[in-house]
């Protein structure tokens, strides 16, 4: 069964520092990895989406690494702002009967002080 | 672009009532799922469905229903509702590209609560 896990749970930054956001997942076989952000009381805004083919995807400030060999990604996002403050969700996808499903972690919450 | 549309936002019902959750996307999305968001549990699988027709359980599928029978919509039915279903549930649907399945996109979520 797959199990993922977002560590730390909370972090807090002052404006401006990069931010470094990690996810491991156990079982390497995935489809494909997606990293979402959550505001409170909201739904989940996708960030990035990996293919299990690719090592990692760019869009902006954002930056998001895949190793399967170690079980982990990581999401960078560059001159952080304090709207950046949210908790951002990771989630690996695996095949089930031509379904993508989503393994999400716990998420870390992320605090960016002006 | 709607996107994925959930209704009601929020919802109070008394256990033992029935409701159903609407979920409708306009991006003719073949995949289409429901998750629930609880507090140290994370998002969790309930049912999913491949495409108009078909349905199947995912992780936590016990005291709901589903069905799809358009392209657009897939319900989520409460059968008789209990505190423990009370959750914030998600709607999701994605698209089986040639490079592989595209990004999931959701719903604003459903606030449910039962007494």
């Known amino acids: 069964k797959q199990e993922v896990t977002q560590i730390p749970a909370a972090l807090s930054v002052p404006e401006g520092e990069n931010l470094v956001l990690n996810c491991s997942f156990t079982?390497?076989?995935?489809?494909?990895l997606q990293w979402f952000r959550q505001d409170p009381g909201k739904g989940l805004t996708s960030l990035l989406l990996?293919?299990?083919?690719?090592r990692e995807q760019t869009s902006g400030r954002l930056n998001a690494s895949l190793d399967k060999s170690s079980g982990r990604s990581t999401l960078y996002i560059a001159a952080s702002q304090p709207g950046d403050s949210a908790t951002y969700l990771c989630a690996v996808g695996s095949l089930i009967a031509a379904g993508n499903k989503l393994t999400f972690g716990g998420g870390t919450r992320v605090l960016v002080k002006p | 672009n709607a996107g994925v549309t959930q209704t009601p936002k929020f919802q109070v019902l008394k256990t033992g009532q029935s409701m159903t959750l609407q979920c409708a996307q306009d991006m003719n999305h073949e995949y289409m799922s429901w998750y629930r968001q609880d507090p140290g549990m994370g998002l969790r699988l309930i049912h999913y469905s491949v495409g108009a027709g078909i349905t199947d359980q995912g992780e936590v599928p016990n005291g709901y229903n589903v069905s799809r029978s358009t392209t657009e919509d897939f319900p989520l039915r409460l059968l008789s509702a209990a505190p423990s279903q009370t959750s914030v549930y998600f709607c999701?649907?994605?698209?089986?590209?040639?490079?592989?399945?595209?990004?999931?996109?959701f719903g604003q979520g459903t606030r449910l609560t039962v007494v």
């Open positions: 999701a649907s994605s698209y089986p590209g040639t490079g592989g399945f595209t990004e999931a996109f």
């Open positions: 079982d390497s076989a995935i489809y494909n």
């Open positions: 990996i293919q299990s083919s690719q």
